[in-house]
């Protein structure tokens, strides 16, 4: 008889956005006059801008001629979408990346998920807690994150590095050593950065300890204040040690036409061996390309129209965000986040858990948001809001919040 990876029986419960959809969904089932609003999944709502459809359309009408079909896309990604990421993502900012160096795929959440596969089964990690949590659930289908207590909701071999209130939600350097370092700043779920100068002793720290930071800088377009980096790359000697994962979705609304991409300098390596090549040799195997007219979308994303239009699309969001962070703010919640990310990190009030104040929401104000605890034990007692709905649903779910 067959045998299953017995790493997938190790994953407690359900998936966090999947329980919380279910229990959206139960409730609207029960009470179908009530309207109910979700801040919870980071999904955008907003349509494609203008310079994104022109692109997508143009590239649909070149599928159609023989001369100008496209079949499968270059292993990397269409050098012209690599060259616009490469000059206005990281030349532009004075980061030495080169086309050859970005492998384009189609989001950075199938790339974290993903990326773990080259690195050896006895490589130890250090998590953010709370995390995203497709960064420690990969690595458990691995196999590389021990026995899990289900009474702390921690797994025995994973490092984590509580980021609460006493250090602003952000890391600290790990007492223990670890082989491979999750960082995502902006930092979903909450919404807290780091500056250029904290970063750089990340770096300085992974070159020093022979680790390899896995950047997730998936919200920098967000970014508002001037010391927050955009790119790990930044820093100086990144490029021996991190590897950075881009996305589309959340800068220029592709969460449903899916792209991002993935840079490993040539630099990085274990010992003799290039992870570039590795992660190569994995992208050429496993991977066919995101699709052609997707890859022209993204071209149009770096365009002067493109560039204007996501400027207002992102601020749309922002201020959706400042809405959400003031408003509550003036109710007398505890709240972070908001500034340069599209997340606001709520304390929930009077002693409640995450899940508690999940269904006090969800009854009372017919708002759903992120339960904290779903992120990781530190996450308990708080709560995730994201500024991705419509202003309008925005303001009523903030009033309704704010009458509790």
Request: include cysteine.
């Amino acid at each position: 008889m067959f045998k299953v990876n017995e790493n997938y029986l190790k994953l407690p419960g359900s998936y966090l956005f999947s329980t919380v959809g279910k229990k959206q969904r139960a409730y609207q089932e029960a009470h179908p006059d009530k309207k109910v609003i979700r801040l919870s999944i980071g999904d955008v709502t907003q349509p494609l801008v203008p310079a994104i459809i022109e692109a997508l359309h143009k590239a649909v009408d070149e599928m159609g001629h023989a001369e100008t079909f496209r079949g499968y896309a270059p292993d990397l990604g269409y050098e012209f979408l690599r060259n616009a990421i490469a000059d206005n993502d990281y030349k532009a900012r004075g980061c030495q990346i080169s086309a050859d160096e970005i492998f384009v795929s189609d989001g950075a959440k199938c790339d974290s998920g993903n990326i773990q596969e080259i690195f050896g089964l006895d490589n130890r990690i250090a998590v953010c807690d709370p995390v995203y949590p497709v960064y420690v659930d990969t690595n458990v289908m691995a196999g590389r994150t021990g026995t899990y207590d289900p009474v702390r909701e921690t797994w025995s071999d994973v490092i984590y590095m509580p980021c609460t209130a006493d250090n602003n939600f952000a890391p600290e350097l790990p007492k223990e050593t670890p082989d491979i370092i999750y960082l995502c700043f902006p930092n979903n779920p909450t919404g807290s950065t780091i500056t250029k100068a904290q970063l750089q002793e990340w770096v300085d720290y992974a070159n020093k300890t022979g680790a390899v930071i896995i950047y997730d800088a998936a919200y920098e377009a967000y970014i508002s204040e001037a010391d927050v980096p955009h790119s790990i790359y930044e820093c100086e000697g990144a490029r021996t040690c991190a590897i950075e994962l881009r996305s589309f979705s959340k800068n220029a609304g592709f969460t449903g036409v899916r792209l991002g991409f993935t840079v490993i300098p040539k630099e990085l390596k274990s010992g003799d061996v290039s992870l570039h090549s590795l992660w190569a040799r994995r992208h050429g195997t496993k991977y066919n390309g995101a699709p052609y007219i997707v890859q022209r979308a993204g071209e149009a994303v770096y365009s002067p129209e493109g560039k204007a239009q996501l400027k207002e699309q992102v601020a749309y969001y922002m201020k959706n965000a400042a809405y959400i962070l003031n408003g509550l703010k003036e109710a007398g919640y505890t709240v972070s986040g908001g500034v340069n990310a599209p997340y606001i990190w709520l304390k929930a009030p009077n002693g409640m858990t995450s899940w508690e104040f999940f269904d006090h929401m969800l009854e009372n104000a017919n708002v759903v948001g992120t339960p904290g605890s779903g992120f990781g034990p530190s996450g308990e007692t708080y709560f995730r809001l994201t500024a991705f709905g419509s202003y309008e649903n925005t303001v009523e779910a903030v009033n309704r919040i704010k009458a509790l």
